[in-house]
C-alpha cells in the first residue's frame, strides 16, 4: 500500500535572538526525521516534552514551516506550499489540538463550533442543523448539545465536539494531538475507542502525539519514538513494545505501567534532564543519559539499524535474548 504521507529528512529550524552575552543563531527543533504514514492507519509519536514531535505535526499540518526535507501528502510537496493552496488541503488535513476546552472559542455555541469548518472554507448551502446533528452522532453526543457553549460542556465532551468539529470536512488525515490528556482513565478508554471506531468507518489516517505509552499501545499500527527532535526507534508497534531496542524506549516503557503481570521488563532508569537543544550532545545524544553508554557514544553518531518490522539508532542495542548489552 502506498503512503498517504511520507516524511523525509525533515527538518524544523527556529530563529533564536541573541541576548546580552550570546549572538543570534537559530535551533533545530526537529532534526532529520523521516516516516511514512499509510491510508487508514494509525502512526504514534511518543516522546518527552520538549522532544519535537508536536513541531513535527504542526509542520505537517501547515502550521510551522519546514526548514528542510520533504513533506509528500498523496505525492503533492507540502513543504513550500503557498498558503492559499494549502488551505484547500485543510479539508484533508487537519489538527486537534491538545487542550480540549481551551482550544474552543467560548463565545460560540456547539453547533457554531462544529460547522465552522464550512464557513471557513466557504462551502455555501448546507442545512447547518443538519450537519450539526450528523456531527454530534457521529461522535455519540445527543443533539440539544448543539445549543450548548464550551463551559456548559465536561471535558470529554470537549473533546468529542473537538473530534466532530474535525472530522467535519470528511478528512482523510487527523493529527490529534495529546488526544486523551487531562481526561480520567475512563474517559481515555471511551475516546480511544471512538477513534479506532471513526477510523475504521471513515478510513482515516491518524498521527496520534502523545507522551503516553498505553495510548500508543491501545490504538496505533506504528510507532516513533522521539528524542531531541529525531527518531531514535521506529517500527510495528507490537514490535517496538515487545522487544525494544533503544534504551530511551527501555526507559520510557520502563516509567510506564505494565498491565501484564508476567511480563520480563529491563528495568532502566533515565539519568538526569534531556539537554538543551541550543548545545546538543556530540555523538549519540542519549549518551548523557544513557546507563549503557560507552566511550565510542559520545563521539560516533549512531546509524539506523533494521531489526525485523523495526529500526533503531543504537550502538549497544538491548539484547532481550541474553537480558544485557551486546554489539548490534
Known sequence: MSALLDIKD?????????????SAGSIDAVSGVSLSIEEGKTYGIVGESGSGKTTLARA??????????????????LRDLPEAQFRKLRREIVMMFQDPIGSLSPRLSVKSLITEPFRIQGMKGRDLDAEARRLLAMVGLPPEFAARYPYQISGGQARRVGVARALALDPKLLIADEPTAGLDVSIQGEMLNLLARLQDELGLAIMIITHNLNVVRHITDRVGIMYLGKLVEEGETDTVFSAPRHPYTLALLAANPEPDPDAQLMRIELQGEPPSILNRPTGCEFHTRCPFAQARCSTDVPSWQVAGPAAHRCHLPASWEQDKVCPA
Do not use: K, M, T
Request: avoid cysteine; aromatic fraction near 10%.
Open 10 to 22: 525533515v527538518v524544523v529550524r527556529f530563529a533564536v535572538r541573541g541576548g546580552v552575552f550570546s
Open 60 to 77: 505537517v499540518a501547515g502550521l510551522h514551516h519546514a526548514s528542510e526535507g520533504s513533506i509528500l501528502y498523496r505525492g503533492q510537496e
